[in-house]
């Protein structure tokens, strides 16, 4: 007979309803200038018709990437963007009913996967002034719970976690067997990781993606890092092939052109300055210090300036609800300096 799960049924989404078009996109955390173009073409290079038409090898790229990380190949698994990773994880290591443990907000697909598979996702709120209470995670920490996830930093709230935070609610997790997953999408916005756990001790993943910083969001490239028994949980769910050529010849090319690392960690870094001079000169409370995004409070109405700044300027960002003591914000995407100029010159003939 036909049969439809309920729960995907009752699954709320929201997807994107816009279009790139002329539109200098805000919105979505991309790098929006990407990588540069002689760099794009020298990638290209040498594709060939073979290159198309076969399945691709990860093998390959696996050793170039655990090189780079400083381990070994037994420890990474490469997903199709580090949400298929995240995915993977809530599927391998939780329940049906299994309880999940995550800060809000956040990025949704944790939430939405684990109402995909009937978890119960615990969610730990932000203070008013929007910042997070270790104390306050501990405090889920029960000995039913089966998943902890932290992002560092997070999304889209910019905070991250000392080592001694962290540390504290690692100890937490482990004494009360849970597993911990770690997003560090936004890593190298912010150089503090917390790999080490993931290679060194067992019941701990950290997953990343090339999408930001590396410029290759739509190349659909990230990973899983992990201790080796898990590592390979994870990898018994992933489809065959599910990383594609194109992506892993680009992060190869990345990872392995001298300075290419740097030139796109420092477009970043003077463009993020300039918002910030920018934002502190004209009067506006921001909160953000790290990652790609920033929450800026408005002196106007947030949804109006959304839909001006789409329909004037074609430039898209988004509004958020209720943020805290800042009410109802502007959530802006970070890039090089002349993206940030262009949406100040708009930000300031609107927003006033």
Known sequence: MYYLDPKIE???????????????????????????????NSVLEGITPQFVAQYPETLHFTEVLAKFLGTDISHLCLVNGSAEGIRYIIQAFTSPGGRIVGVVPSYFMFQIYSEMYGRDFVKVPYNEDLTMDINNIISEL???????????????????????????????????????LIDEAYHYFY?????????????????RTFSKLFAMAGCRLGYVVGWPEGVKMVQKLCTPHN??????????????????????????????????????????????????????????????????????????????????????????????????????????????
Request: aromatic fraction near 12%.
């Open 243 to 352: 990383t594609n050529a194109f992506a892993m010849r680009f992060a190869e090319a990345v990872i392995e052109t001298p300075g290419m690392l740097d030139q796109l960690i420092d477009g970043f870094s003077k463009g993020r300055s300039y918002l910030i001079d920018w934002l502190d000169s004209n009067g506006y409370r921001h909160k953000g210090e790290a990652g790609n995004f920033i929450f800026i409070e408005p002196h106007t109405d947030a949804d109006t300036i959304v839909a001006r700044m789409k329909s004037e300027k074609k430039i898209l960002i988004k509004s958020y609800k209720d943020v805290g003591e800042f009410g109802d914000c502007l959530r802006v995407s970070i890039g090089e300096k002349k993206y940030m100029e262009q949406f100040t010159s708009a930000l300031k003939e609107i927003d006033c």
């Open 142 to 180: 029960t000995e039913d719970t089966q998943l902890l996830i932290l992002l560092n930093p997070n999304n889209p709230m910019g905070n991250v976690y000392s080592d001694e935070e962290f540390e504290q609610i690692f100890v937490a997790a482990k004494q009360k067997q849970i597993n911990t």
């Open 10 to 40: 009752k699954l709320y989404r929201i997807f994107d309803q816009n279009e790139r078009k002329d539109y200098l996109r805000l919105d979505l955390n991309e790098n929006p200038g990407g990588l540069p173009q002689e760099f794009i």
């Open 191 to 207: 150089p503090k990781t917390f790999i080490k756990y993931a290679l060194n001790e067992e019941h701990v993943f950290v997953t």
